[in-house]
């Protein structure tokens, strides 16, 4: 009786250190902002602080444009933050729009929560996109969203489900979150039979079936013109998943742009494309 209850201990202890090891394993990294518009690009900006549910707030950056009344929302990626994304925001306030940069919940400056995920990067946007239409009606006649990595595909998710999105740019997007998590899972050698398992149990925790925000799909609920960006060279995310996402939904609003020699992350090598897609934002009917 003793070694029955000393072996039901040792597997309730084995199976709790496992399921820790996964939350920790798929914890974002904090990296906080350590400069900001003016000091880096000399842009003047508006410091901002979103209240969103339970007293938390948002951190991010308004860079105004005087006389605009469109604005572009970017949203970076899994362990990014705002300033990283300023590379990218500056070309289109150039270019004489609205830009405003933010924090998700648990990165750069923003409150803690006490998980990360897709669907809450998608609902931290939402909440951005209801506050900046209540606070600058003047500056939302427009709204365009931009997104990297997890992002990009919560951005798509998000737009999914409204109808006054003018434009959505994806950078680096996956197709489906459990291809992603195969992908990650296998890299660090986990059988197949581990890896079922593990997926099912992030998506009981994060209280989504991946199959409901996975871009694969989110992309054919849009009605508005969606840019899909990727590098050629992204080893975390191969170029396939942006063909698959193109293949899967044949619509005329939906194109794809490859670019040559870029990696999952490579900021610059996208920035040397700003102009391709300030003019996608021209096409889609905005003043830009």
């Known amino acids: 009786m003793r070694y029955f209850i000393f072996s039901i201990l040792a ?7 496992f399921l820790t090891a996964i939350h920790l394993g798929f914890r974002a990294p904090r990296n906080k902002e350590t400069g900001n518009p003016k000091d880096l690009f000399g842009i003047d900006y508006l410091q901002l602080h979103i209240p969103i549910h339970a007293g938390k707030q948002l951190f991010g950056w308004l860079l105004p444009v005087s006389h605009s009344s469109e604005t572009l929302i970017i949203l970076h990626g899994w362990g990014s933050n705002s300033e990283i994304m300023l590379p990218l925001a500056i070309p289109f306030h ?10 998700a919940r648990s990165h750069g400056r923003s409150d803690s929560d006490t ?21 600058h009606p003047d500056r939302s006649e427009k ?3 931009l997104g990297h990595s ?4 919560a951005v798509l998710f998000e737009a999914s489900k409204r109808k006054e999105i003018a434009a959505v740019i994806s950078i680096s997007t996956f197709a489906h979150p459990e291809w ?9 050698y986990f059988p197949s039979y581990i890896r079922k398992p593990v997926i099912r149990y992030v998506e009981w925790v994060i209280g989504h079936r991946f199959a409901t925000f996975a871009p ?6 849009i009605n508005c013109p969606i840019l899909i960006v990727h590098g050629k060279e992204d080893k975390i995310v191969p170029v396939e998943d942006a063909r698959v996402i193109i293949a899967n939904c044949p619509e005329p609003h939906l194109s794809l742009l490859e670019i040559e020699n870029a990696s999952h992350d490579s900021v610059e090598k996208i920035e040397q494309h700003c102009q391709q897609l300030i003019c996608f934002l021209r096409v889609s009917g905005l003043n830009i």
Request: charged fraction near 15%; glycine fraction near 6%; include cysteine.
């Open 143 to 145: 709204i365009a969203l």
């Open 94 to 103: 150039k270019a004489g729009i609205n830009v405003l940069v933010f924090d």
């Open 180 to 188: 992603m998590m195969q992908r990650y899972l296998k890299s660090f």
């Open 11 to 17: 597997i309730i202890i084995i199976v709790g250190l």
């Open 115 to 135: 998980f990360s995920s897709l669907p809450r990067f998608a609902e931290d946007m939402g909440n951005v996109i209801d506050w900046l239409k209540l606070h």
């Open 216 to 221: 694969l799909s989110t992309v054919c609920k």
């Open 150 to 153: 997890l992002g990009a595909a």
